[in-house]
């Protein structure tokens, strides 16, 4: 009967992840997407290494399983709602417009998790879902087009895991990412008299895999430490670049961040807890990846070398938020974060009009039934100015960005069978 509720639960979750349309970053620094969990969006990921984001938890830190009894299950669904856009100062083509306009879409962004509570010391889980989004469009006949028209990236990503409670009061847990990625940039092609006298479409498709790991500690009664890392992916895209009286198969690599966390809770009193968390991004990416041909050759168009916009600075996030049992079934909180994007003046592309950003946000649980619960959270994302600088030879646009972003997340927790229990015993 467990076998065959586990095997329901998962083909859901897959399903669910398939349908994930139109994402856009404006939620997260590069092109990485950290709606995972209602209850993380509600409390701006407050301690998400350490438990704080429910069930969804395990997306940072595998070794939370151990939170978990049974055999449950999480679904969420995440509105993205994001806004963004370049104003030209100056550029080669400036009568053909220097604004953007909007040019990002909403989303409806779905994740999944799972766990399954092996025995009293052993657990296994599953996250599935999209880690990595990006969809942008700047006007076709404008001052940007050299640079970008369309650009959308989407990655899918299930991660199996196993967790075990080696004492007490330390679990340690790990994972493995498999992922598949694809992309889509469309770019005008520098001439003389028009932005788009002619246009270049790469895209490319490939696989890649990671690791997980982490460990969660209660090292005092009412006190919970998480630490999480999800390894970078490098996803090696075969595709091929149309364009004008050409059409070439080539190849290019699109790099993902290493993902570090600390996580913290802590009981204040019986109704209130306190969560903190601190995430560093490592996105390996200094250097622009070029785009070769499929014998390593490197691709050129009107003399210079093509490459894909990624060259991406670390970042890091910190966050600070409470939860409020204010009955028996419900539950409040908030979070406030600061978050230094990978972006900045320095890097910044008219396809990605990006910059730091501040969180505030708020949500609720409601325990309706023994074996059910339903989150809500809703985040604002406050995005910074900045300066964007690009040039392509003769080709060149300078001028500012701004963006923000509102994010609405449902998420429903269910416990299918009841198991021994995972509370770790605090170490005093």
Request: net charge positive; hydrophobic share 40%.
């Amino acid at each position: 009967m467990m076998l065959k509720s586990m095997k329901s639960i998962l083909m859901s979750g897959v399903a669910l992840a398939a349908v994930a349309t139109s994402c856009g970053s404006a939620s997260a620094g590069g092109f990485m997407l950290r709606e995972q969990s209602a209850v993380a969006t509600g409390m701006a990921n407050a301690g998400v290494a350490a438990g704080g984001a429910g069930l969804g938890s395990i997306f940072w830190n595998p070794a939370t399983l151990s939170k978990f009894s049974g055999l449950q299950s999480y679904s969420t669904v995440t509105g993205i709602l994001p806004s963004g856009q370049n104003m030209g100062t100056t550029a080669a083509y400036a009568p053909f417009g220097m604004n953007s306009g909007e040019i990002f879409s909403n989303a409806i962004l779905p994740a999944s998790a799972y766990s399954w509570q092996l025995s009293d010391r052993a657990w296994a889980g599953l996250t599935v879902g999209t880690p990595y989004g990006l969809e942008t469009r700047n006007p076709v006949v404008s001052a940007t087009s050299p640079f970008a028209i369309h650009s959308k990236i989407m990655t899918y990503s299930i991660t199996p895991m196993f967790a075990y409670k080696i004492t007490d009061w330390l679990t340690v847990g790990v994972g493995v990412q498999l992922q598949y990625g694809k992309a889509l940039l469309t770019f005008g092609l520098p001439a003389a008299t028009t932005p788009t006298a002619a246009v270049a479409q790469l895209k490319g498709t490939g696989w890649a895999g990671g690791v997980t790991a982490g460990a969660f500690i209660t090292p005092m009664a009412g006190t919970e430490i998480g630490l999480g890392y999800r390894s970078m992916t490098k996803t090696d895209l075969v595709g091929n670049l149309a364009v004008p009286g050409a059409y070439i198969p080539t190849s290019f690599s699109a790099g993902t961040a290493d993902i570090y966390t600390i996580g913290v809770r802590q009981r204040i009193t019986n109704d209130f807890d306190l969560l903190a968390g601190f995430e560093y991004d490592k996105w390996n990416l200094g250097t622009l990846p070029v785009v070769n041909t499929l014998t390593n050759t490197q691709v050129t168009l009107s003399g210079n070398p093509v490459a894909v916009p990624f060259n991406f600075k670390n970042g890091w996030m910190v966050s600070l938020g409470g939860e409020y049992r204010a009955t028996k079934d419900i539950t409040l909180r908030a979070g406030l974060a600061s978050e230094r994007a990978p972006i900045d003046d320095t890097n910044r592309r008219p396809s990605l009009p990006e910059g730091d950003r501040f969180w505030t946000s708020v949500g609720a649980s409601w325990n309706f039934s023994a074996s059910d619960r339903i989150d809500f959270g809703y985040s604002h994302i406050f995005v910074k100015n900045g300066n964007v600088s690009v040039a392509n030879g003769p080709i060149f646009y300078n001028g500012t960005t701004k963006g923000h972003a509102d994010l609405i997340s449902l998420g429903w927790n269910h416990t299918w069978s009841a198991g021994p229990s995972s509370v770790l015993v605090a170490r005093y």
